[in-house]
């Protein structure tokens, strides 16, 4: 999360933003006299008696409290100085049934944004004062100047509410990659159940079935030769028929020539799957074969295989095309790809449909996923992926 603290523009004036302004800064006082006693008194109460337990304790209250009023602050600021800041998401698990005592105290002690709102909370009291009375002389005494006054004080509480308040860039984006993480992890799980079920109800089924007929066949070889050889042979062609759906099923976990030859080779045979009357029409432009350091790293070139195909089969059952069309090429350290398709259209990224599930997959690389579908059509997906991840570059 980002927060904007661009300083207002234009000249200073008597109007709405002012007596905002204004307002923020008779609020400094009471509230910096509120903010500097909790954080001093908690603050040295904890520190004294960190010779127990019971100070790590008080210090965890201490600063929840303190990061409590500086989430009033940054309310503040967004209603009455029009500071575009965030809300940071909570570091500490409070709402976690499972996490325990000393998990949550750990978690608030280690909150930096909680020890720089102490920071600020000090700095409040003596800036508070000072606000407060100037801005009550400059509305009694230096009318005229009040525009001008007010937009420098406020100026100043904008880049200190900035610094102190605002989330960091790093924290926001180690947050983001843990919930990336985590839809990394359900998306596995998801696949897993998926293999499972298929094993289940296709070949695992075929192959039960399979052994109970030759077993048959096995008791009729003496009695019945030819219901025995009419049985086995309706078992060789079942045979055949679950052989084709394991290799289905190890095409849809990775498949082969994804590893052999690379995504140019992948995408042209996932492209001869889709049913559209007309065929796809694909143009990769991408390194393959068995050079490896030349091709995206392995687990961008799985993700961008199975958006295609995905994306594919999508337009197979639902859009209506007669023709559809991949494009896949290397833009500096970026992999591009777009799907395309002359369809009904109307496609949107609804929350928990096939669309969002695709996204979250490939923003969890810091990806780009959209989609443009307006009712009657066309359709086209454009997808950005990092040629290679951080820890494939790590490596390199």
Request: charged residues 20%.
């Amino acid at each position: 999360m980002r927060h904007d603290s661009a300083l207002p523009v234009g000249r200073p004036a008597y109007n709405g933003q002012m007596w905002r302004e204004v307002a923020f800064q008779l609020t400094a006082l009471p509230l910096g006299i509120l903010g500097f006693t909790v954080t001093v008194t908690g603050l040295s109460m904890g520190l004294g008696l960190l010779v127990t337990v019971a100070g790590l304790w008080v210090l965890a209250v201490s600063l929840a409290a303190v990061s409590a009023l500086g989430s009033l602050e940054r309310g503040l600021a967004r209603s009455l100085l029009g500071l575009d800041i965030a809300e940071p998401e909570s570091v500490v698990p409070v709402r976690d049934p499972d996490a325990g005592l000393w998990r949550k105290t750990l978690g608030v002690l280690s909150d930096g944004l909680a020890w720089r709102s102490a920071l600020y909370m000090v700095l409040k009291l003596p800036w508070g004062i000072f606000t407060f009375t100037v801005t009550v002389v400059s509305v009694a005494v230096l009318w005229p100047l009040l525009p001008w006054i007010v937009r420098g004080l406020a100026t100043v509480d904008r880049l200190l509410i900035g610094a102190l308040l605002a989330p960091s860039e790093l924290t926001e984006r180690v947050r983001e990659l843990e919930d990336d993480r985590g839809t990394v992890v359900d998306t596995a799980a998801a696949d897993l159940r998926r293999i499972e079920r298929d094993l289940h109800d296709g070949a695992q089924a075929r192959l039960v079935a399979l052994a109970m007929d030759l077993g048959l066949a096995k008791e009729k070889l003496t009695e019945d030769p030819e219901t025995a050889a009419k049985m086995v042979a309706d078992a060789h062609g079942e045979v055949k028929l679950a052989l084709q759906e394991l290799r289905d099923l190890a095409r849809g976990i990775h498949p082969a020539v994804l590893t052999d030859r690379g995504l140019d080779a992948a995408l042209s045979s996932v492209a001869t799957r889709c049913t559209v009357p007309g065929g796809v029409r694909v143009n990769a432009d991408l390194p393959g074969g068995s050079d490896r350091a030349s091709r995206p790293d392995p687990a961008v070139e799985g993700i961008a295989y199975f958006t295609v195909s995905e994306l594919l089969t999508n337009i197979s059952k639902h859009s209506r095309a007669r023709t559809a069309t991949v494009d896949a090429w290397r833009s500096e350290d970026r992999l591009m790809l777009t799907v395309g398709d002359d369809g009904q259209g109307g496609a949107t990224e609804r929350p928990g449909g096939g669309l969002a599930g695709l996204a979250e997959r490939v923003r969890s690389v810091d990806g780009v996923f959209v989609v443009d579908s307006p009712v009657g059509g066309p359709t086209t997906v454009t997808v950005e992926l990092p040629w290679h991840t951080r820890g494939e570059r790590a490596r390199a």
